[in-house]
């Protein structure tokens, strides 16, 4: 079974909000056919709704990826569930639906580990319970070691921790609000294991305070070949990318 302590010396491929170069992100189509171009791990987003049901979701509103409008946490489970989350990408997609932390746990099953990422939802009380649930939704499905919890607002990884103490965390890097912090404090501060930049702001002097504090390393936005050739050459561990196959074939 996958586990983020443990990924080896070869970069590992994480699919972001599933293969979503060819599927609707953040559904069950874009996380299985992640899971058959050969991606290690899915990344994912959670939300709550408005009865507090942690919902796979990237947006605060509905507009870009469902036929649906205004605000994911003004809408009951139900109500989400009514939408339509493919037809954006390509009618082909009709009828996904936005699904459920749960729901993507039991698809998975373990063949695959699973990068969540906690959202913002504004209110510093809502976060909490939204870390709370999640991770008490990951412990229900016995996925702790397959499960990597990330967000830009680190305070809610250590809420995790807290309801989990053997989870693993990841701190994202925000340019504007985390600017001249070294990775090593950041991650420090939160508990962390991993810290995750876009690949268009990691700096040498950056890795070599990363490994200097034995963190590893994931980069999003690896979309090219150039990319990946500079993330194995700055020696990052995750590559978090649309195109999990032609990182696959890039990475060979």
């Not at 899971?35 to 796979?56: C, F, K, N, T, Y």
């Not at 569930?81 to 729901?103: Q, R, V």
């Amino acid at each position: 079974m996958f586990s983020w302590r443990d990924i080896g010396t070869t970069p590992i491929i994480v699919a972001h909000r599933g293969a979503s170069a060819d599927a609707p992100e953040n559904t069950l189509a874009a996380f299985e056919e992640a899971i058959r171009q050969g991606a290690d791990a899915i990344e994912l987003d959670v939300r709550l709704s408005r009865d507090g049901e942690v919902v796979v979701f990237h947006d605060a509103t509905l507009g870009r990826t469902t036929d649906g409008r205004g605000f994911v946490s003004r809408k009951s489970l139900s109500q989400l569930k009514e939408l339509d989350a493919g037809s954006w990408f390509d009618e082909t997609f009709s009828g996904e639906c936005i699904p459920t932390l749960a729901e993507v746990l039991k698809l998975v099953r373990g063949r695959i580990g699973i990068n969540i990422e906690l959202k913002s939802p504004g209110r510093r009380r809502d976060g909490r319970v939204l870390a709370r649930r999640c991770a008490d939704t990951v412990k229900r499905r016995d996925a702790e070691r397959c499960v990597l919890f990330s967000s830009f607002q680190h305070s809610l990884l250590k809420v995790v921790t807290e309801a989990m103490p053997e989870a693993t965390t990841g701190v994202l890097y925000d340019p504007i609000r985390h600017r001249g912090r070294k990775p090593s404090a950041l991650a420090r501060r939160a508990g962390s294991l991993y810290f995750m930049c876009d690949i268009r702001r990691l700096r040498k002097r950056i890795v070599k305070d990363a490994h200097a504090a034995v963190l590893n390393i994931a980069a999003y936005s690896v979309e090219s070949r150039e990319d990946v050739d500079r993330c194995c050459q700055l020696g990052v561990q995750a590559l978090i990318t649309n195109r999990p196959r032609h990182l696959r074939k890039w990475l060979k």
